[in-house]
């Protein structure tokens, strides 16, 4: 069994059920308005009130709609990728996402591998180097962007961890490429998508006749902003090993938002 909320479980036999109509549905978005419409159902259902720092009359955002670059954030909850691609008003086809070999699976399955650049299995270099060569070519030849968390897994704000997967990205990229940085505050993205987020996750999947989330009032989601440039995260790790380097970029990454190491 897996846990719906305190006091009730979605049993083994529904979860099958729950995850194809999940896909299905996401499909469905996903034909309809592609990553966008995909990430507007999931807010839906979790009855989401997205609140971006800036607007999309912002110049910063402009360039977030326009240019090329990279999208960093933290990741505490599964929200936060709808979250960022709601920021979004460009062509669907622009973004791609570093993902993990299973959710290059899953996510491919029901939206299309296109979208996706898996992260690689254990420590294989050639597969590093291949994710390395497709993001920053979907950057540099095709003006895209490509969202990665640097920590490459769920994790609270003040546990965000740069990996060398970002490290040799930026190596490989001019200095005026965009760096574009998003941060999300752990508690709440836990109180979206813990206990009743959770129901109106399944209830929605199990297609239910009520999605339990609407029962309630939304809950904000307050998405803090920053726009830099890949040389200046560059600057930082000039001739620092990896342990430095990545510690260095995790402090910097901390103090655009305000954070304490």
């Not at 305190?6 to 996903?30: D, I, S, T």
């Not at 920053?136 to 961890?161: F, M, T, W």
């Not at 380097?245 to 305000?258: I, P, Q, R, S, V």
Request: charged fraction near 25%; proline fraction near 5%; charge should be neutral.
């Amino acid at each position: 069994m897996e846990s719906l909320k305190p006091g009730g479980y979605v049993h083994e036999e529904y979860r099958g059920a729950m995850r194809q109509n999940m896909e299905k549905k996401m499909a469905e978005k996903f034909r309809e308005g592609g990553l966008k419409g995909v990430s507007g159902y999931l807010l839906e259902v979790f009855n989401v009130d997205v609140r971006y720092e800036k607007d999309a009359e912002d110049e910063e955002r402009q360039k977030l709609n326009k240019e090329a670059g990279l999208i960093i954030a933290n990741h505490p909850g599964g929200i936060d990728t709808p979250a960022i691609i709601g920021a979004l008003t460009r062509d669907p086809a622009d973004l791609k996402m570093v993902t993990t070999p299973r959710g290059y699976e899953e996510y491919g399955r029901a939206l299309g591998r296109n979208y996706f650049i898996p992260i690689p299995s254990g420590n294989n270099l050639s597969e590093g180097r291949k994710m390395v060569q497709s993001v920053v070519e979907h950057i540099q030849d095709h003006n895209g962007i490509v969202l990665i968390y640097p920590s490459g897994r769920l994790g609270k704000s003040a546990n965000v961890e740069f990996q060398s997967g970002f490290r040799s990205i930026l190596a490989n990229m001019p200095d005026n490429v965009m760096i574009y940085c998003f941060n999300f505050k752990n508690e709440e993205t836990e109180k979206i998508t813990r206990g009743l987020g959770k129901a109106g996750l399944y209830s929605d999947g199990l297609s239910l006749p009520l999605n339990i989330n609407k029962l309630r009032d939304p809950i904000a989601l307050n998405v803090a902003e920053r726009y830099t440039q890949a040389g200046e995260w560059k600057s930082l790790i000039n001739n620092l090993n990896m342990p430095q380097a990545n510690k260095t970029l995790k402090e910097h990454y901390l103090k655009l938002f305000g954070h304490k190491n």
